[in-house]
């Protein structure tokens, strides 16, 4: 399955909502603003019922062009596809919908090098032999200059008024995801397109 991210996305995570709005330069290698990354071990979660979704796998790819803009600000799109998923009922099929995801930055620390941001609003099916949902919303993560990684990671906060991922259409999950549950993904995206990473400053 290719295409989303991820759900996953792939994505960055978000600035505080009082971060002031700075200039920021986009440098991709790429003259025409390709990009593609991969993941390994993404993990789904539930927060409020700790039910557990993994994949072995996951790939992204878009375009994030070169240029300047002033955060908060949309850098680029994604789009996401996972394999080899499975849960408490056994095999789950993800299906993103809607795709492509906007790349959003919040925020950029010129000592560390990395930015914050989201990725959404997402959208993903997720269904097994009878539970069925869908994971709506948006996906924080950030993204390192040095070593070309994109994370998603529930650890960085989404801003006010960008709503973070959640369960809607719940259907026979008998309480392991029940309608509204706050929803996480957790994923470490390796970017292999460029070859040298793409660099926000």
């Known amino acids: ?9 792939v994505a960055l995570a978000a600035a505080p909502a009082a971060s002031a709005a700075q200039d920021i330069t986009v440098t991709n290698p790429n003259a025409d603003g390709t990009v593609a990354a991969t993941a390994s071990d993404v993990t789904f979660a539930d ?3 700790d039910t557990e979704v993994t994949c072995t796998s996951a790939s992204a790819d878009g375009a ?18 996972f394999e080899n998923c499975t849960g408490p009922l056994g095999d789950v099929s993800l299906t993103p919908n809607d795709q492509p995801y906007q790349l959003h930055i919040g925020a950029f620390d010129s000592g560390t090098g990395v930015s914050t941001g989201w990725i959404g609003e997402v959208n993903v ?11 709506v919303g ?12 994109l994370t998603l990671t529930p650890d960085v906060a989404l801003p006010d008024g960008v709503a973070p991922l959640e ?10 995801v029940n309608e509204g549950d706050a929803l996480t993904i957790d994923a470490v995206y390796d970017i292999t397109d460029p070859a040298t990473p793409i660099t926000i400053g």
Request: proline share 5%.
């Open 64 to 81: 994030i062009p070169s240029g300047t803009h002033t955060t908060p600000a949309a850098i680029g799109d994604l789009s996401v596809g």
């Open 1 to 9: 399955m290719s295409g989303l991210a991820l759900s996953a996305a």
């Open 125 to 135: 099916s997720v269904s097994t032999s009878t539970c069925s949902f869908e994971a």
């Open 167 to 176: 369960a809607t259409n719940v259907s026979w999950c008998v309480g392991m």
């Open 47 to 49: 927060s409020d019922t």
């Open 138 to 149: 948006n996906a924080p993560g950030r993204y390192d200059n040095s070593t070309g990684q």
